[in-house]
């Protein structure tokens, strides 16, 4: 992995600094990204429906916010040699609702049992290529939270740019 030879080269080489940023799932203007816009897409068809629950946590940063932490490590002596997780950690009920209010549709509300849809994707992939897949129902019924508490700690600020807040401007691209 790039993480541990980055850290094994500054091991060797003492004046080799490193920060390490991995951000979430990037989202920005120029940045084309198929799971908004199938949720979008889904949205408008009356198809979409939650998987398992409705607590998702859905791990996108913003590119500005990606940018400012990158350029404000450069020299931040505290951030040499240290690892960050770059998220907004947003609830995807919040998300399907404000796209919803683009579309001036009334949000969905229809959440069917993971194992249940587990098995019908199985069942049909068998026959046909259907178009929701296993990796797309582990994302959707995510509720893992990414800390930022270091990040927090060290730049004395988080990412401010909210996927919820710039859906309208994503989806009308």
Excluded: W
């Amino acid at each position: 992995m790039a993480d541990k030879f980055i850290i094994e080269t500054s091991q060797k080489y003492k004046e080799f600094y490193y920060t390490i940023f991995r951000p979430s799932i990037i989202f920005g203007p120029e940045f084309e990204n198929r799971t908004i816009k199938l949720m979008y897409k889904y949205i408008d068809k009356g198809f979409f429906f939650y998987i398992g629950h409705k607590k998702t946590i859905l791990p996108f940063v913003h590119i500005s916010d990606l940018v400012f932490f990158i350029v404000s490590s450069i020299n931040n002596f505290k951030a040499q040699n240290e690892i960050y997780n770059i998220t907004n950690n947003e609830k995807l009920s919040d998300v399907i609702e404000k796209i919803s209010d683009c579309l001036n549709r009334k949000p969905p509300t229809l959440c069917l049992n993971e194992k249940f849809v587990r098995f019908i994707v199985f069942t049909f992939s068998l026959f046909v290529n259907l178009p929701l897949k296993n990796s797309n129902i582990d994302f959707f019924v995510s509720k893992r939270i990414f800390s930022i508490e270091k990040l927090k700690k060290t730049y004395k600020s988080e990412p401010k740019i909210f996927l919820v807040n710039k859906i309208f401007e994503i989806i009308k691209k």
